[in-house]
């Protein structure tokens, strides 16, 4: 590491606030460009390794001596305090925080949940679900509205509902808690009574389901567990907790920055409402351009690994920048510009290797079908806001808008 790199670093601590919304923080660029592995401060105060490169982030990614499991000493953690990851390393860990056949088994259980041939059944609902609240946009006379409140946040919410057999009349409360808890800006106080309050709902909804099962995955897993001798309740709230957590809050904060993205780039939005074949690549290339799950894909080496001409010691954290890694330059030409045709799926958004994201599949259904309806409903459809005025999530674990002003 040259002396310059070692002062930039002295001084800078990661994760950077994004400045601009469609571009990484400068700091990233200069990482990626000049130490694309390195040591660096973290805002919690500790150290780890930031790793910029795309190659080297998949290697990582897909190597077995990098654990996901947050229990461990030195793994990266961006938000809960000493207190609330006490609480979470209390529980039985999801899937994203088991290593080896343990997490392949939790992952194997729930697999044929989320297979393409499965979730193509889910199109026609998914469907209906986007048509309802569109008609409910085109029947308001208030402009502008909250794209937001109006479409983005209750599809997935509403989708990830049915899915999981939990009441779509909950979603305020499973929302508002899921916001606290990974919001960076949140006390420790509320992060932790976020988690509590949200574990409590999810063990009396799984108790529900033991008794009065119904045709939703908890059930199913309820029924298989069952089948196979065993009736594991904690770890059964402990996969609750992961798939309401992280099923609407990604998929939401996609679809209004999609539309924001799409809308800023018109001469990109007309080639696919030319051609809605090429909504599928659009929905790649977004979720390459904006990166919004940042500081998710985060592990700590149980060994000493050399990787990209650094030594990585066991014990030490690290952390996998999507948002760097899908910018990077020899992966990704002019990785600046928005290109619905770029046909690149080789982005981090969805990690890579073992943990890739297990609901991808139906993340990626959702917003085609949104980007597809929405543009062909209402054509006329366009930012009510200037871009530089909208409040955005430079604050929280997962980026996104938290208004998008829209009429048409």
């Known amino acids: 590491m040259t002396k310059s790199v070692a002062g930039v670093l002295a001084g800078l601590e990661l994760p950077v606030e994004r400045g601009c919304p469609f571009a990484p923080p400068v700091e990233y660029e200069w990482l990626r460009e000049q130490a694309p592995i390195s040591r660096v401060r973290l805002v919690s105060g500790t150290e780890a390794w930031w790793v910029s490169g795309h190659a080297a982030g998949r290697a990582i990614l897909n190597d077995r001596r990098f654990s996901s499991d947050r229990r461990k000493d030195g793994f990266p953690d961006f938000v809960f305090d000493a207190a609330t990851q006490q609480q979470l390393r209390s529980q039985p860990p999801s899937m994203l925080g088991m290593d080896g056949t343990q997490h392949s088994a939790a992952r194997r259980a729930v697999l044929g949940e989320f297979t393409v041939k499965r979730l193509a059944a889910l199109r026609p609902r998914i469907q209906d679900i986007v048509d309802r609240f569109i008609d409910d946009m085109l029947a308001t006379d208030q402009r502008p509205v909250d794209l937001v409140q109006a ?140 990166a ?29 920048s999507s948002l760097s890694t899908n910018w990077d330059p020899t992966t990704f030409e002019n990785p600046a510009e928005l290109d619905v045709e770029r046909g690149n799926r080789h982005h981090l958004a969805f ?48 980026y996104g808008a938290y208004e998008l002003p829209v009429t048409w």
């Not at 409360?173 to 574990?199: C, G, I, M």
């Not at 009510?384 to 955005?392: H, I, W």
């Open 151 to 290: 479409l983005a946040l209750p599809v997935p919410s509403l989708v990830i509902s049915e899915l999981l057999g939990a009441p779509y009349t909950d979603h305020d409360f499973f929302q508002n808690r899921t916001t606290t808890a990974v919001h960076r800006a949140s006390s420790p106080q509320d992060r932790q009574r976020a988690v509590a309050e949200l574990r409590a709902y999810l063990d009396d909804l799984i108790t529900r389901k033991e008794s009065e099962p119904g045709d939703d995955l908890f059930s199913r897993q309820i029924a298989r567990q069952r089948q196979g001798g065993t009736l594991d309740h904690a770890s059964l709230v402990s996969m609750a907790f992961l798939l309401l957590t992280a099923g609407h809050e990604t998929t939401a904060n996609m679809i209004s920055l999609g539309v924001l993205g799409l809308l800023n780039h018109p001469e990109q939005l007309a080639l696919i409402t030319a051609d809605p074949n090429k909504t599928p690549m659009a929905v790649e290339e977004l979720l390459r351009y904006f």
């Open 292 to 320: 919004i799950a940042d500081l998710v894909v985060s592990r700590v080496a149980t060994e000493d690994v050399q990787i990209g001409g650094v030594s990585i010691k066991a014990g030490e954290g690290v952390v996998v």
């Open 351 to 398: 990690g890579f290797g073992p943990h890739q994201c297990l609901g991808q599949n139906l993340a990626r259904l959702e917003l085609q079908i949104v980007f597809d309806t929405l543009f062909r409903r209402i054509p006329t459809l366009r930012l009510a806001a200037r871009v530089e005025g909208m409040p955005f999530k430079t604050d929280a674990v997962i």
